[in-house]
């Protein structure tokens, strides 16, 4: 017993003992030389607040340059570089059903701006097939609006091919396919409603001449 209680008086006799100034200043050089400039200058709190501030800027710096690129790839044709771009935001934007004919209308106007500017006939050929396929997906599980809704855009679409087969006979043939395409994708009743006023717009003229004939 004796012997514990020196033992606590020698513990809290140490304790009350600080050290000396000399010790305490040649404690912390050696520790100001092993820590990094950096950590000895600024509280952790700054370098914590500093990291975030540059990950806010670096991601909304980001989004910015890839919402410009979405921007400018709109624009881009089969072949170019951008294309890809375009196909992928196209992809994430229009995936509902009543969004498919949108991707109809763009790849008729691709058509028109193949042959327009002139590309390459493997570019023209593509363009065909992506056409084709929009017009396929697009006829899957559509309701009477939608239907209607894609009708008018093909029918808009034979209107335009027509008008610049005359001003680019080099790619008629493709044309002429493309309006193939366009009447593959349209449905029987649509054709039946064609054919019908074909038919009336003969008798009518058959009717005509047969007035001024007599």
Do not use: C
Not at 54 to 63: D, E, N, Q, R, W
Not at 134 to 154: D, F, M, Q, Y
Not at 185 to 208: A, F, L, N, P
């Amino acid at each position: 017993m004796e012997i514990e209680k020196y033992l606590e008086k020698i513990k809290r006799e140490y304790l009350k003992t600080r050290p000396s100034e000399g010790f305490e200043k040649g404690a912390w050089q050696k520790l100001a030389k092993e820590l990094p400039e950096q950590e000895r200058k600024m509280p952790i709190s700054f370098i914590v607040r500093r990291t975030v501030l540059f990950a806010v800027i670096l991601i909304a710096f980001i989004a910015f340059g890839m919402f410009t690129l979405m921007e400018i790839a709109q624009a881009s044709l089969p072949g170019e570089p951008l294309y890809p771009v375009k196909r992928f935001y196209e992809n994430i934007a229009f995936t509902k059903p009543s969004t498919k004919k949108i991707k109809v209308e763009r790849r008729g106007q691709e058509i028109i701006d193949v042959v327009k500017k002139k590309k390459e006939k493997r570019v023209l050929e593509d363009s065909l097939k992506d056409y084709k396929k929009s017009i396929e997906e697009a006829r899957k599980k559509t309701s009477e609006k939608e239907e209607e809704e894609l009708r008018e855009v093909l029918e808009d679409h034979e209107k335009r091919f027509r008008e610049i087969i005359e001003e680019n006979s080099g790619s008629k043939f493709e044309i002429e396919e493309a309006i193939e395409i366009n009447h593959q994708g349209q449905t029987e009743e649509i054709k039946r409603e064609k054919v019908e006023e074909k038919i009336d717009s003969s008798g009518k003229g058959s009717g005509k001449d047969r007035i001024t004939t007599f």
